[in-house]
């Protein structure tokens, strides 16, 4: 078995761990929130879920760096560097809505080779790894591999986003909104789901202002390995410029140059 083959098993069997440590918190009655210095909610489980994924790594993959929202670490390219989003969509998990998911991703050099997408509360997971396809499946859903859509033109696309607030700070809405206007259908799916759902092929652009390394980097090899682009707004590939765009590939450079205002 091939190191890449090694590290998807370890991070899936990893994952199940966690899996079940937040749903025996989600929508627990003594379930612990604070507010972060940034005004985001962070709980218990999210804490808890991202400890487990440490110790893991100190154990199996101890010469590992590591970089998490809650604990951080460093945020220096390593020669492997696992990035750990222990809830996303916390703010959903606190309100007991299901849409919440873990993310791990490993980086090589740069490169994010490797993500795992978990929402344990709907049934569904998804992942990949360079080279070896993206796939889904979960507890009511078979596992299969999956793709992106094949639409080539906006105005049969959907577009699936977080919020509004974000492209308004940016001083992006008026483009924001002609996007919206050009394609068929917008839904705010938001967070990790809107991404997921490019891969699977059921929404075909997904893109959001303002978002951390944690937030993207598993999303990415699952986009790109079901044959979907994920850039930053600027164009560059993968998660480091600090927001996304995602794509099934034939629409990304329309999607970009009117989000860019051009």
């Not at 998490?68 to 560097?81: F, K, P």
């Not at 090589?108 to 080779?113: L, N, P």
């Not at 509360?121 to 979960?138: E, I, K, P, Q």
């Amino acid at each position: 078995m091939e190191q890449i083959d090694e590290d998807l098993a370890f991070a899936l069997e990893t994952i199940d761990r966690v899996d079940r440590e937040t749903m025996a918190r989600f929508g627990a009655k003594d379930l612990r929130v604070a507010l972060k210095a940034d005004h985001t909610p962070v709980s218990d489980a999210d804490q808890a879920a991202e400890r487990l994924i440490r110790e893991a790594i100190t154990l199996q993959r101890p010469t590992d760096a590591v970089y998490g929202e809650e604990e951080g670490g460093s945020l220096a390219h390593s020669a492997r560097r696992w990035i750990i989003d222990p809830i996303d969509a916390t703010k959903n998990y606190v309100r007991g809505v299901p849409v919440w998911a873990t993310l791990l991703g490993l980086e090589q050099a740069g490169e994010i080779v490797l993500g795992v997408v978990s929402a344990p509360a709907l049934g569904r997971r998804w992942w990949a790894a360079r080279g070896r396809g993206a796939y889904a499946g979960g507890a009511m859903v078979p596992t299969h591999q999956i793709h992106v859509s094949r639409t080539a033109s906006l105005d049969e696309a959907s577009f699936s986003y977080s919020s509004l607030t974000g492209w308004e700070e940016r001083g992006a809405l008026t483009s924001f909104l002609g996007l919206a206007d050009a394609c068929w259908r917008t839904r705010a799916f938001g967070d990790f789901w809107s991404y997921m759902l490019v891969a699977e092929g059921t929404v075909d652009c997904a893109a959001e202002p303002e978002l951390e390394i944690y937030d993207m980097a598993a999303l990415v090899p699952i986009v790109e390995e079901a044959g979907g682009r994920f850039t930053a707004l600027d164009g560059i590939r993968g998660p480091w410029g600090g927001n996304a765009v995602a794509s099934n590939g034939v629409l990304h450079d329309e999607v970009l140059r009117i989000l860019n205002g051009r």
